[in-house]
């Protein structure tokens, strides 16, 4: 059934598959009037995209975005704006040894079962090339939240190996090619990750977001929870596996009492908060405090040591993935994360207009 | 606007305020002729109603449901099933002391700042009364599910006390009032308690959820994926933080080797694997391996310990709340994840029939 | 599959049979702080009621209205409003010479086909008695819309005899029994009418709907366009088998120079026009012109003659109805038609809050 | 809002302006393992494209289909399907004479009012060539319904003029330029409207859809009934004013006895019907009769005669339009009403599957 649309009165429907002409997304319910052209959207792309170095894939894909639809004399019309993005660096040849074959913890064998066919051509439709459509989405979304609402995103730890908080510091980000608040903790990486990559293999990650400016009260109970939107749209990224908000699993440790983010008037009326273990959402309702989320991102499952698997003859074989693939696919997710989040704070800041009898 | 529907092909909506008259629930999409009876969901009621034992809230409720519609001669017609349940033991009285403050770590601010008003008596709509609503609706799910398919699901961390997995035991769920899986780490967890709930506080917990038998093949990619529908199923369960599957967030550490779930052919000509990181999900699809999903639970907010807080009239004030509440609502939790888990899989169920040209 | 609610951001779901105990509606996405009381709503279900004349269904139902939840001291709270109304005239006995047959024209037949099970008691939740949760919640979309905006039907024709235009009076259509807009053609209908009443027999009708005050710009093109939504919900309403917008069929007689509705500048910086063929939509969005809409009405198939039918084994039978039966139950789908045709307006007025990017 | 999509299990979304640089469709829930080429929907495309006759618009479009995604060695794989189709003969120079003023009976007045903007070349968004994207989506789902169910259309009415029903063949209606199901009414009419359009003028007309092979069983009461969907489809073509079913509004003159649609038992234990006023469709659920539906489309706005308008500075003023327009839009709306009707039917078919409990 029809599943490749996200969001409700902002919507996004991608399609294509990792190694056809083209991908591409028709953005839906964007508000009109708003200032929009191709280079509003390329640098978030240009975030993403793999070849940069030698910590992701070295599949060299441009992703120009073009505009073919929604934007006239510069704006945006309120029509549906579609974006199309051409692949370039597709090689094919490098599946064939594995097309018969299922990668353990991949979704070849699930999308087998489920359609009774598989375009092994990188993944086809299951690879994380998609992504790149939830990025050029969450460009438009930017848009839309306005200046006052930023979304930034972080890998906070690789492996074993955690940000140390106390040096946070977000312009590093960018710095560096692992997505990394802290340059001294991006140097231990950029050596621990050297050696996975070298060995064929990979490892996980956790990547942290954090939402700024968002007023309070968007947020949808009680299935449309600001949250549960969060927790939907993080999930729905290749490789993750969890997601948690404010202090998440640590919840479980805290007492009421810790838990409790204390409250005193501030300026303007508005309260604030002396702390934020709620990660600025309320009973599914954003409170003014900075929205914090955190997902878990597995390892991916192409590396090159041979591992048990069945093919589709139904016969015990082995396999070893020889293409291009990210040693660490965490790092790329975060420009993903971050636009998920973006279209998730979009969509909530239109509907919460209905909200009310007197707009 | 309208968000108290939950679920596609198989929907329900709930309504009803913590101290009105009444809740309920509409179930729309549930397929005809299954047999269907008050005696079918009333067992999973009991399960999560209040005042079954000191380690909950006080409150004494039957939560009797009654059918409305949507059976005929003891089976389904495909009508929408509407359910009541009365609210019999609502004592507003006793939030007259807080009806003007905000509870810290509660929804009593944002529900406020969003809409304008707030049903101070028992929280109104974003009291936890609301998941007696979703209990009825999974155990209308699972006689969708049918036999085959079991959802279980048992407290497996209370504050920092994690259960002894090596003493699992299912059956041990029901037979002690923590709903813990280990009798032995039950009589200390109780112990524990009692302390946190002779002080008038709160603690957390990690509620865990099995689905085991089934099929392979169910979950929509890219957006509707499985583990998507499950995070937002369970992250809109009141005070849930964090949704995790399988290996969850302990896959930030595994490398490739580690989380690939190597496969062999088995019985049936269905493969088998040799573990589950995956948690059953692959690519947002289930593999046929049981579905392993964890919340974490945060400590109720209603905690004697005053806090400080602001009040509507927008001063500094300080709050304790006095009314009868859970100090663990993570226990009471368990049979509300099942619930939304075994919605969450009929709905996926009914979904996957539409998917090949063919039935 | 889910298929019992209607609307989008103001969504309402019925439930009940028409024999059941109860029938109700779930209204969710009523923003909050609208004074709502029972007796808001009960003039309404008044109009609708059956039993008030000659002309319609004997059976008696006071069709009282209660509100479960989403109000609190007065006024909506955002929450999903619950209606209840309770059955109270069900003569199942009148239906079990028909248990087995299938009555020509109506839904027992298909019913049958496609849930494998007839709730035959009063056609179960085929009937018509579904239509008083529609009016119950237009009843609440009028609020909404404020008092500004104005909803009013009357009957255009019945049999072949329509209304004479030059009478038409809106005042009129509240004093006689058949909804007609002018006293000397309702005098007339009411002797067409009884003599099929007394014959057992049954008749057609058109009803025709009137929006005033609707503001321009409603409408959410290309495939939520107003005109759609409003065809979708007249023709789900029982016995409904055309709809028409503004010049409607007529139009295919009209030439482009006939159809344009000439524009010319008015008070306040907004154009009026000088015909209204377009019933005040155009390209799916409103004008600011009166928005008219007409659908039509088929005969009940329930009658006295003796029709050809089959039966559940598959045997040919004859088939006559001698229930409690409306001779034109185009006269009771007046207050449905206005209830649907608010429903639709309250929800594009919430939709349309979401078009601009500020507010 | 987004707005941009039709359909529910079977969705597709359209993008695109009249004089863009390219239009398309994303169609989503597509079920795998269906043969797909251009070559499978190019010939449905041919049949609306305009330039094929003097009683069509003379811009010049081949409306070459590509496939972008979905099909994989020649059959879909259950992924979207996406479709391009470029502009190749836009001449927006024709608008600059009407760009600031509103044509009487377009959408250029309203979108303007909604959105603050306005795409004047070729009516932008709102231009039925948007329509080409729907042949496009309705070409997919007749791969869908298979070969057993037909999905046709003719036009029955030009002006005052309508067909002759005893001469009804549907296979002339392919050989001549007016889609008309009888030759010598085809003859007729071409003189008619020969006239018309030396005039600059235009003139509405009705289309007539029969879907033949459907089973009994499809649609979903009570709010997403067959004849609901449909009449939402149809109404949602440019220039629809009216929709009916069967009998239509001429069912408002038919007693109970005349519309009772009777039936006697058929070959293989199905039943057969003695008429067909119902349309195919009773309770909102197909019968297995033909599903027969009609449209009314109203004359192109686009004349020569000079109308009185109002301008974007709100001042009185005159238009007349010069562009190259259809003197009958309702001969090129055929085939797509024909996609929209094949559309809806594939969404049911596919819902329908989730209706029962064992597929």
Redesign the interface.
Known sequence: ???????????F?????SH?????V?I??C????PLTEEDIQPWMDRRKPGQSKFTTQRQESDKVKI???V?EG?T??????LLIENEDARSKDYDDIKDK??????D???W?????R?YRGG???SAR?TACRVAAGAVARK?LGPGITVRGAVV????HKVDRAKWDWNEVGQNPLNCPDAYTAAEWATYLDD?RKNG??????VELVASGVP??L???????L??????????I?AV?????????????????????????GEN?I?H??SN???G????????QDIVARF????????L?P????NKA???TDISTKGRHDPCI?IRAVPVGEAMLACVLADHL????????K?
């Open positions: 059934m029809a599943s490749n649309s996200f969001g409700n009165l902002f919507r429907t991608t399609w294509g598959e056809g002409p083209a991908i591409g028709a839906d319910g508000p009109p009037l708003i073919l639809s929604g006239f704006v019309t309120g029509a549906p704006i579609s299922f990668r353990p913890g991949h979704a064998y699930t999308y079962v489920k359609y009774g066919i375009d086809g439709r299951s998609e839309i730890q690789i492996g074993p996975i293999s990979s490892i996980g990650a956790v309070a009260g947020g949808e109970p009680i299935y449309d929870k949250d549960s939107d969060i927790a939907r749209a993080l999930m729905s290749n596996k969890g997601v948690e908000i404010g202090s998440g699993f640590a919840s479980a440790e805290l007492s009421g009492e810790e838990n409790a983010d204390e409250m005193r008037m009326d309260p908060f002396l273990n709620a990660g959402i309320l009973g599914g309702i954003s409170s003014g878990a991102v597995k390892p991916t499952s192409s590396i040591t591992r048990q698997t069945v139904g016969q015990n965490g239109l509907r919460h207009r209905s909200t009310r009898a707009a």
